[in-house]
């Protein structure tokens, strides 16, 4: 038990669609980061908030949008769902000032796009 | 860019034995390493090496880091059925405000078989 909840933990979408996946962060923890895992893969980094701030995006487009709120719950959307979408999405945090590098991560919320 | 090569990719070893994964890297700006244990969703971390030279131990797992040639080892020694997983290398790179931002590798598929 990482303290870190996401949901849905599945679901399914169609091209075209936009789809909204929720985490919340462990308490303590102020940082919140998004990551891809596709199958086979490792998990890419999609981007980080801090202090409800976007400061720090991977190599994603900008249909990937996210929110973090005051609680340090957050939210990754994405629009215009593509086959390729399809994957593990899990989110992490961890305390910015002083921490590790350490993430903790939640359980993934398993994306598919028909 | 932050480049994680893992190997090998996947093996097949019986209870008992001693397993080593390896693990590369290119990073500018190094951090820190991690080494996750992905069962299932969530990856669980298992160690986090900053230093060279300086084995971190946890039972019958063990890591060493070498930031010279720049790759970092795990080491399972009396393997179990439990230690079936994906085995997750990451590296951090030296910035808070990014230190988020983990770059993976593929991972190595671990199969313990009796």
């Known amino acids: 038990e990482t303290g870190v909840t996401q949901s849905p933990t599945h679901l399914i979408k169609t091209r075209g669609q936009q789809v909204t996946l929720r985490c919340s962060s462990q308490s303590g923890h102020n940082t919140v980061s998004w990551y891809q895992q596709a199958l086979g893969q490792g998990p890419q980094f999609i981007f980080q908030?801090?202090?409800?701030?976007?400061?720090g995006r991977g190599n994603f487009p900008p249909r990937f949008s996210g929110l973090q709120f005051p609680n340090y719950s957050s939210e990754l959307n994405v629009n215009a769902l593509e086959l390729d979408d399809s994957a593990l999405y899990l989110c992490a945090s961890r305390v910015l000032a002083g921490g590790t590098g350490e993430l903790f991560f939640g359980e993934g919320s398993r994306l598919t796009v028909l | 860019e932050d480049k994680v090569v893992q190997s090998p990719l996947s093996l097949v070893v019986h209870e008992g034995d001693t397993v080593t994964l390896n693990c590369s890297y290119e990073v500018t700006n190094f951090r820190s390493l991690l080494w996750y244990k992905q069962e299932k969703k969530a990856p669980t971390f298992l160690f986090m090496l900053t230093s060279s030279g300086i084995e971190k131990k946890s039972g019958r797992l063990s890591s060493i880091l070498d930031k010279k040639e720049l790759f970092s080892i795990l080491n399972i020694t009396a393997t179990q059925t439990g230690d079936s997983a994906v085995y997750l290398c990451?590296?951090?790179?030296?910035?808070?405000?990014?230190?988020?931002?983990?770059?993976f590798g593929t991972g190595t598929r671990l199969q313990v078989t009796l």
């Open positions: 908030y801090y202090r409800e701030e976007e400061n």
């Open positions: 990451a590296v951090v790179p030296f910035n808070t405000g990014t230190a988020s931002k983990l770059t």
